[in-house]
């Protein structure tokens, strides 16, 4: 099992910036890709930022430019910080860990959301 843990979220006016903490602890042998979601009222959730275990990332076109996903293997914490933040960026943001387990399709582990509000 893999417990993950996500901080950083806050209010914040548009322009401004925010860090994302994803600290994993437990079983997280086998992680082939790390990632953050987020979940708009009455939308869907939406991949943000994902990095690989062989360090590439990928981005949504929506943050593009603004957002970098990283990690800190040492701390077993995976981070997104966010630029240039605008009103639409508000959301709760999950933290995501996809594992490899033999046989199977993998297994997903969530944190528990952190609640970013960006004002206008």
């Known amino acids: 099992q893999v417990q993950l843990v996500d901080s950083g979220g806050g209010v914040v006016q548009a322009g401004g910036s925010l860090r994302l903490s994803c600290a994993a602890s437990g079983s997280i042998f086998g992680i082939t890709t790390m990632g953050w979601y987020r979940q708009a009222p009455g939308k869907q959730r939406e991949l943000v930022a994902v990095l690989t275990r062989a360090g590439s990332t990928n981005y949504a076109d929506s943050v593009k430019g603004r957002f970098t996903i990283s990690r800190d293997n040492a701390k077993n914490t995976v981070y997104l910080q966010m630029n240039s933040l605008n009103p639409e960026d508000t959301a709760v943001y999950y933290c995501?860990?996809?594992?490899?387990?033999?046989?199977?399709?993998?297994?997903?582990?969530w944190g528990q959301g952190t609640q970013v509000t960006v004002s206008s």
């Open positions: 995501n860990f996809h594992q490899w387990v033999v046989g199977t399709t993998g297994k997903d582990y």
